[in-house]
């Protein structure tokens, strides 16, 4: 153990019951990026936080963009040592569908160790530990043992530019740093931290199809026109090869890196149990892209799924009609090296060229997202890894993730530094879905983690 963290661990013993209250506080707030009806909301918890680290000792800003405001905060008096640059989210994901929830959504329920609300481990939970584990060193010490800066944005969920255009307008002075930590993704099992080297991109895409300028019955008009519905359907059985599991974009694959032989292996080699996994999943049988492990197509083949379908009648019971539109959102999660803008546009003309007679098919680009791969070689990586084990007791692994966060491929090409993929997270945390939950065991955990992470860094040249 790092004998220099313990009086801050003697310190944490007493305050952390004191900062789960506060993260509740922070909680309590419904930050949802997506509506606009959150606005409100959404700016209340950007002053909050920035409450909150002024109140841990730091030089805190609210940086206004476009959309939601940027919180920058630094502490920068460790004269000679390295800059710690923390990044995370206060903005959150809907709540829907609330009624899965057992407990209300934005009320922060404990329920044994778990610690049930939205946001819980996405991302307030898990970025808070970077802010409590700075205070908790500053108020033990009066001091730090290295600098650190934190940017935390209210657009991640949505994939908003506003930190992009900060980060590259900004990132030779303000941003300068030797190391980024983020807090967004899990570990690998409970007990087996992971270091990250990956992450996919993304292209959300929006499909609507119009055919009657309004809804008809069923009856009278059935067998006369085409189906909105009906076309659309037909539209998403021909996105994916139902045997191969290849998505059938033409020109899809051009661009995707293959898994290098030393990650296959080593993913083979990960303890993955692939029959608890379908159990907690509740599915009878996994599927994906043939010729690929569970673990290499989650993490790093490319894949096309829809997120949502709408139109004609969804109440109760039936109602006979031909609706006059549907619709449907489709994300892409991408690999290295595909792009996000050229992958938009091929599955635009795809869509276009493959849309039946008889009904306007319209393609919009919602968002992207770029892919990435870290390299996490040197002092800064192993000291990250020697603070997990010490938490732990256990060699964190290095994977890749499915997920995406959006800025970690601008940080990559701007900041020129190791990108540190920490997460506190488990992968039962149930993101974005009803039942969100973060272990206080982990919470904890994670801040302890973080106080040794930055006790290594300030040891290292
Ligand atoms: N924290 C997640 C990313 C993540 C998900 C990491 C699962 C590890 C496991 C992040 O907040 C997120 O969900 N990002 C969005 C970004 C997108 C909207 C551009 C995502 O991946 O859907
Ligand atoms: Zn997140």
Same mark, same amino acid.
């Given at each position: ?53 002024? %109140? ?7 940086? +206004? ?19 710690? &640059? ?30 049930? =609300?939205?946001?819980?481990?996405? $991302? ?12 908790? &060193? ?18 991640? +969920? ?8 900060? /980060? ?7 941003? %300068?740093? $030797? ?12 007990? @087996? ?13 929006? &499909?609507? /199809? ?26 998403? %059985? ?63 083949? !490319?894949? =096309? ?8 009648? @969804? ?23 595909? $792009? ?30 770029? !892919?990435?791969?870290?390299?996490? @070689?040197?002092?800064? %990586? ?7 084990? @010490? ?7 290095? /994977? ?33 879905? !009803? ?19 930055? $006790? ?6």
């Amino acid at each position: 153990m790092t004998e220099g963290s313990q009086d801050v661990f003697t310190y944490l013993d007493e305050k952390e019951a004191g900062y789960l209250e506060e993260l509740k506080g922070y909680l309590r707030i419904p930050s949802v990026s997506t509506d606009p009806e959150y606005k409100a909301e959404v700016l209340r918890c950007s002053e909050f936080l920035l409450g909150k680290l002024e %109140a841990a000792g730091l030089a805190a800003e609210a940086i +206004e963009t476009d959309g939601n405001p940027l919180i920058y905060a630094e502490w920068t008096k460790a004269e000679g040592k390295p800059t710690v &640059l923390f990044y995370g989210h206060y903005d959150v994901q809907p709540a829907d569908p609330v009624e899965e929830w057992s407990s209300p959504p934005f009320e922060p329920t404990e329920e044994g160790d778990l610690l049930v =609300c939205r946001g819980a481990t996405d $991302d307030k939970g898990q970025s808070f530990t970077h802010l409590k584990a700075v205070e908790a &060193l500053l108020e033990t010490r009066g001091e730090l043992p290295v600098n650190v800066k934190f940017l935390v944005e209210g657009e991640e +969920e949505i994939g908003g530019h506003g930190i992009e255009n900060f /980060v590259i307008e900004d990132a030779g002075e303000r941003l %300068a740093c $030797d190391a980024v930590v983020v807090s967004d993704t899990s570990m690998f099992a409970p007990g @087996q931290p992971a270091l990250l080297y990956g992450l996919k991109g993304l292209a959300y895409m929006e &499909l609507k /199809v119009t055919g009657p300028n309004r809804d008809l019955h069923s009856g009278t008009f059935g067998g006369a026109v085409a189906n909105p519905g009906n076309a659309l359907s037909q539209i998403i %059985a021909r996105l994916q090869d139902p045997k191969t599991g290849k998505i059938l974009v033409p020109g899809f694959y051009d661009d995707v890196r293959p898994l290098e032989s030393w990650e296959r292996e080593e993913f083979a080699k990960l303890p993955f149990d692939e029959k608890a996994y379908r159990a907690d999943l509740g599915v009878s049988e996994l599927f994906g892209e043939e010729g690929y492990s569970t673990l290499e197509r989650a993490w790093g083949r !490319p894949t =096309c799924d829809v997120n949502g379908i709408y139109g004609g009648y @969804q109440g109760e019971g039936a109602k006979t009609v031909i609706p006059a539109w549907a619709g449907a959102k489709v994300s892409m999660r991408l690999v290295p090296d595909q $792009d996000p803008g050229k992958i938009a546009r091929l599955f635009s003309d795809y869509v276009q060229e493959i849309a039946p007679a008889g009904v306007e098919v319209e393609v919009s680009d919602l968002h992207g997202a770029e !892919p990435v791969l870290i390299d996490i @070689q040197g002092p800064i %990586a192993d000291a990250a890894m020697v603070a997990q084990e @010490q938490t732990w007791g256990a060699r964190p692994v290095r /994977v890749r993730e499915g997920g995406s966060i959006p800025i970690v491929a601008t940080f990559a090409k701007v900041l020129n530094v190791p990108i540190l993929l920490i997460g506190h997270g488990l992968p039962d945390d149930r993101l974005h879905a !009803p039942n969100e939950k973060f272990n206080i065991s982990q919470f904890y955990k994670g801040i302890r983690t973080i106080v040794r992470l930055l $006790d290594e860094v300030g040891e290292t040249a």
